[in-house]
């Protein structure tokens, strides 16, 4: 792509309410891309590009998705696997089939099943778990 194409480039951004969006939105924007905001899952079909960024529990992310009817448009837009997407952290592990973030001895948490496999907590007593998040400071 060239410099011109690129920067005309809309970029749709999902924001299902617990995201980084804002961050987000000024990263894309310091790219000098438009963004729009998908703010009804009937603008999924027609977006270019999707970045679905997240934080959050995985089983909220997916009930939000659901109850706002985004479920079914994701996973077609991205069944052809040919349409670009950036999941960003809870964004990307939703396109798993499953999760095992979940009350011990529920059901895993159904994903959009994008991609094959389960998301799986790391095994602390194995490997070192990358420290994520706000430290604090006592002065």
Not at 40 to 49: F, H, N, R, T, W
Not at 95 to 108: I, R
Not at 118 to 134: C, L, N, R, S
């Amino acid at each position: 792509f060239s410099k011109t194409r690129m920067s005309s480039l809309k970029v749709s951004l999902l924001d299902y309410g617990a995201g980084n969006v804002r961050s987000v939105r000024n990263a894309i924007l310091a790219c000098g891309y438009e963004i729009e905001d998908i703010t009804d899952p009937s603008q999924i079909a027609s977006a270019k590009v999707i970045v679905f960024p997240g934080v959050g529990s995985y089983g909220s992310a997916m009930a939000v998705l659901r109850e706002k009817g985004y479920e079914a448009p994701l996973r077609e837009y991205l069944s052809g696997r040919d349409k670009p997407f950036l999941g960003i952290c809870l964004g990307m592990q939703t396109l798993f089939e499953s999760s095992d973030e979940h009350e011990e001895g529920a059901d895993a948490i159904p994903g959009l099943g994008v991609i094959p496999g389960k998301v799986i907590k790391f095994d602390e007593t194995e490997m070192a778990v990358p420290h994520i998040g706000w430290n604090g400071r006592i002065l």
